[in-house]
């Protein structure tokens, strides 16, 4: 019996968490924008699903008004998370660099994030979480990295010190 049980927690750790899955019918209303506007900036940013089914992030990097970021969310109730070590995500960038955040709690005010290039064709990125580092404001905290626990909101953010139009369509988000 203990080796049943112990076959069944192997496979449940080691089967894939879909975080969020986009498709037409899906509801996006957990996903929100948020700009450098919030602390003057230019920048504009906008999410929406495609008629192919695709969560798009897509707008226009400003630096005016010390602005240079855009950035979509998705907060959700927190997930325990243990037994995962990376995150999966399929996507179509642009060719621009990007940042993927998590925070264990939406009410954290500092996020762990990991950078991605993307080439223009839909490509796998693997996140591993130990990887993830904190920061806050642009700052990297002293601070362990990600500790793999818990999970509640999940972002995506450009903000590369150029202004710059964006594009990054994404198919799913997945804990492996």
Not at 4 to 19: D, E, K, Q, V
Request: aromatic fraction near 16%.
């Amino acid at each position: 019996m203990k080796i049943l049980y112990l076959f069944i927690a192997c496979f449940i750790l080691s089967t894939p968490s879909m975080l969020f899955d986009f498709d037409l019918d899906v509801n996006t209303s957990a996903w929100r924008i948020v700009d450098d506007v919030v602390m003057g900036g230019r920048s504009n940013g906008q999410f929406e699903v495609t008629k192919e089914g695709h969560g798009f992030f897509h707008g226009y990097v400003s630096l005016e008004n010390n602005g240079g970021f855009s950035s979509v969310r998705y907060r959700f109730k927190e997930k325990e998370i243990k037994g995962f070590t990376k995150v999966i995500i399929r996507l179509k960038g642009d060719g621009n660099r990007y940042q993927f955040r998590a925070k264990t709690s939406s009410y954290d005010r500092y996020s762990y994030i990991q950078y991605f290039e993307t080439n223009g064709e839909w490509q796998t990125i693997e996140i591993a979480l130990e990887d993830m580092y904190p920061t806050f404001r642009g700052r990297k905290l002293r601070m362990p990295n990600f500790p793999g626990e818990k999970l509640g909101e999940i972002a995506f953010l450009i903000g590369n010190k150029e202004e710059q139009s964006f594009q990054l369509s994404i198919d799913y988000i997945q804990l492996q």
